[in-house]
């Protein structure tokens, strides 16, 4: 029989459990009327579902004692396969990016460029190679049939190579060390999680008052034994159902992550290891010498690039399901409602109304496309404006320039907006 422990912890007791794990995230910079795509691009930072083999028999274990065990975990050395599904309701955002810019010049830059490539884990299902040999050396591959995309680090340097157009980024020192310092996680620049040790890390930042938190039984999670944490929203509204993570019963790494909505259905992100290994990775897994003919863009240059508006705008948004509470002070941004329930209201720059039309000639037609296939024109004491939705994060768009998101339901932002006027 696999335990099951139905008490839940306390937000505070998971708080004082989780250490470095809190705190408050700094306020984001959100670009309208594409926000919706932004968002939805950050929360791959939540779940997985795959490939359970087993109800393994473990000592009973209470939530917070698991809590600790992750917060515990010092595991510096590991390598193995991800597989990433991601299924946000809306269409793929493959080749968006570069529509978006299409109204400023000929796109530039490199694919290579992980500001641009990595989101495309937004959407489908993709297979992560990763590699860690503690906090200064990661590797992330994404794989496809043809082709192979890169991030490696090692010490201060960063390479990025995308061998389908035979592309290379780089970048140095500050600008290549853009992430927290955490340990066993193969990690990429600005932040973008891509194992369920980091996925599970911004999940539970969101525990507290409104939060339950439970241990549901066990699993066997790419040949090894774990427990199951379930963290489960305690007040109405919120889109996320419920989301499973599980953690190596030896050694407290997560293994898998499972974002369920409160709608039904599938998985809207599943993340998780298909296979594992703890021993230290080959050193040559570090290394990087771009091939004989590949275009090398630095990462000063791809910046220009970016401010010349030659690529994509960078979408700031935060992390985790309930993590609106962290833009608090930001500014143009308030913060409505607290945990699972936040909205961010937001200013659009200048208090100028959102262009969500072709007739504005603000939006390039494939991204006014986009926008309509998931967006609901609403009434209130707001006035009017448009929903924009997806199966995790929904955003209200108001005619008079203001944008309200958070991972609740349509009805939420709507009553969230009239109570804001």
Do not use: C
Not at 23 to 34: E, H, L, M, Q, T
């Amino acid at each position: 029989m696999a335990p099951n422990d139905s008490a839940e912890t306390t937000g505070d007791a998971a708080d004082e459990a989780t250490g470095t794990m809190a705190g408050r995230r700094r306020a984001a910079r959100y670009v309208v009327p594409v926000a919706v795509a932004g968002v939805a691009a950050a929360t791959i930072g939540l779940v997985p579902a795959l490939a359970d083999s087993g109800d393994p028999d473990l000592p009973k274990i209470t939530a917070q004692q698991l809590i600790e065990k992750i917060a515990a975990a010092d595991t510096e050395q590991l390598s193995g396969t991800v597989k990433i599904s991601t299924d946000l309701g809306i269409p793929s955002l493959g080749g968006l990016a570069g529509s978006l810019a299409q109204g400023d010049g000929a796109h530039g830059g490199s694919s290579a460029d992980p500001q641009e490539k990595l989101t495309e884990l937004a959407s489908g299902t993709h297979t992560l190679r990763v590699a860690a040999d503690g906090p200064d050396k990661q590797r992330v591959s994404i794989l496809d049939s043809a082709a192979e995309y890169s991030v490696i680090r090692n010490g201060d340097q960063v390479w990025a190579y995308d061998s389908k157009s035979n592309e290379a980024y780089h970048a140095t020192g500050d600008k290549a060390s853009g992430h927290a310092e955490k340990r066993g996680e193969a990690r990429v620049p600005d932040g973008v999680p891509t194992t369920p040790k980091a996925f599970a890390e911004e999940a539970l930042k969101t525990a507290g008052p409104t939060t339950s938190v439970t241990v549901d039984g066990t699993a066997q999670v790419a040949g090894r034994d774990a427990y199951k944490l379930v963290i489960k929203p305690k007040q109405g509204g919120s889109t996320i159902g419920a989301i499973t993570i599980a953690v190596d019963a030896e050694n407290g790494v997560p293994l898998k992550f499972t974002l369920s909505p409160s709608s039904g259905g599938k998985a809207v992100i599943d993340a998780g290891f298909t296979g594992v290994d703890f021993a230290k990775p080959a050193g040559s897994s570090f290394t990087f010498t771009p091939p004989k003919g590949a275009k090398v863009t630095e990462a000063d240059d791809a910046k220009a690039q970016r401010q010349a508006g030659k690529q994509a705008p960078e979408f700031k948004v935060p992390g985790g399901p309930a993590g609106l509470d962290g833009l608090a002070g930001g500014k143009g941004v308030k913060v409505i409602g607290e945990g699972w329930s936040a909205v961010a209201e937001i200013e659009a720059p200048g208090g100028r109304a959102v262009p969500t039309s072709r007739k504005s000639g603000d939006v390039p037609p494939a991204a006014e496309q986009f926008l309509d296939s998931f967006g609901d024109k609403v009434t209130g004491k707001f006035g009017s404006g448009t929903v924009f939705k997806t199966r995790l994060v929904n955003a209200l768009m108001t005619d008079d320039g203001k944008v309200y998101v958070g991972l609740v339901t349509k009805d939420a932002l709507v009553r969230a907006a009239n109570s804001a006027n």
